[in-house]
Nanobody, 126 residues
Framework: QVQLVESGGGLVQAGNSLRLTCAASGRTISYYAMGWFRQAPGKEHEFVGAINWGGGSTSYSDSVKGRFTISRDDAKNTVYLQMNSLKPEDTAVYYC???????????????????WGQGTQVTVSS
């Protein structure tokens, strides 16, 4: 069983930055891809980005590409989401996710990720 705990959310003004942290326990994340999703009020879950198990490959949604960066520190069993140039439309609950199976590369389908954290709220004011 994997437990994921996100932190670092909050209220920021547009144009500012936040860094979200996802601390994993119960299993090493070293050999697993990790993903971030978000859910805005009244909307479905949306893929934000993912990082492969080696950390050498990442993928992002078009809406955050160039502004958000995912990184990982396997020694700390932790994944990060650096969010720069935040916009009001980035307001959402952000979830850290992990798959149950090992697979190469990065994937963006919600169904690929079995474990989800409780989420952290990010609110961007204009």
């Amino acid at each position: 069983q994997v437990q994921l705990v996100e932190s670092g959310g909050g209220l920021v003004q547009a144009g500012n930055s936040l860094r979200l942290t996802c601390a994993a326990s119960g299993r090493t994340i070293s050999y697993y891809a990790m993903g971030w999703f978000r859910q805005a009020p009244g909307k479905e879950h949306e893929f934000v980005g993912a990082i492969n198990w080696g950390g050498g490959s990442t993928s992002y949604s078009d809406s955050v590409k160039g502004r958000f960066t995912i990184s990982r520190d396997d020694a700390k069993n932790t994944v990060y989401l650096q969010m720069n140039s935040l916009k009001p439309e980035d307001t959402a609950v952000y979830y850290c996710t992990a798959p149950q199976q090992r697979w190469p590369g990065v994937r963006s389908e919600q169904s690929e990720y079995h474990y989800w954290g409780q989420g952290t709220q990010v609110t961007v004011s204009s």
